[in-house]
């Protein structure tokens, strides 16, 4: 009924640059959040990046001043533009949103992941 498509990840070398992009589909009364999660292999998922309705955003540490997240709010699509890439930065990385589907009701949707390999 809702999903998340992600597109955009892929191999890089250290110090370049990826974009990523999701999209959300479906019988979607309003999206309140969207965020790019990452997991890299024995680790816990973190939170990369957020957007909220009214714009504001918010970064990890770790990413700041070298990611940035953007929201097509017509397309309900959410971007993240991810610059000086890291090794560190290897990840699986994924798209989510807080969806009112249900009226009333609020709930979490992700994505399927999306690759992201830094090399040095």
């Known amino acids: 009924q809702v999903h998340l498509v992600e597109s955009g990840g892929g191999l890089v070398q250290a110090g370049g640059s990826l974009g990523l992009s999701c999209a959300a589909s479906?019988?979607?009364?309003?999206?309140?959040?969207m965020d790019w999660f990452r997991q890299a292999p024995g680790k816990q998922r973190e939170l990369v990046a957020r957007?909220?309705?009214?714009?504001?955003?918010v970064y990890a540490e770790s990413v700041k001043g070298r990611f940035f997240i953007s929201r097509d709010a017509s397309e309900n699509t959410v971007y993240l533009q991810m610059n000086s890439l890291k090794p560190e930065d290897t990840a699986v990385y994924y798209c989510?949103?807080?969806?009112?589907?249900?009226?009333?009701?609020?709930?979490?949707?992700w994505g399927q992941g999306t690759q992201v390999t830094v090399s040095l």
């Open positions: 989510a949103a807080t969806m009112e589907v249900i009226p009333g009701t609020t709930q979490n949707y």
């Open positions: 479906g019988s979607i009364i309003a999206i309140y959040i």
């Open positions: 957007v909220l309705g009214d714009g504001s955003t």
